[in-house]
């Protein structure tokens, strides 16, 4: 998920954002701006920005995408298997 975080929406990431200095709109408009420019300078960013730990935002993103979106690179899917009284999760 950390090499991915500068990748995710940031229509979700404004919403661990300090909004009292810089607008949503404004965290938004410079997101999408360095995003489309630079992954790593997206990434402090975001960072710097933050006010909440990572995991928090994390938890967040599998609340919304599931687990299998980041576990699974072949088709986002979790699968699950009972055996033997055991849930397995499964990803591809």
């Known amino acids: 998920m950390e090499e991915s975080l500068s990748y995710f929406s940031p229509e979700f990431l404004v919403k ?4 009292e200095i810089i607008s949503r709109e404004e965290h ?5 701006e360095l995003q489309e420019e630079d ?7 975001i960072r710097k920005n933050l006010t909440c730990e990572l995991d928090e935002v994390y938890r ?8 299998g979106h980041f576990l699974n690179s072949y088709d986002g899917h979790e699968y699950e298997e ?3 009284g055991t849930t397995y999760f499964i990803y591809e």
């Open 39 to 45: 992954n790593e300078l997206a990434e402090e960013y």
């Open 16 to 19: 661990f954002f300090d909004k």
């Open 60 to 67: 967040g993103a599998i609340a919304i995408d599931g687990r």
């Open 82 to 84: 009972e055996v033997c």
């Open 28 to 32: 938004i408009l410079k997101l999408k």
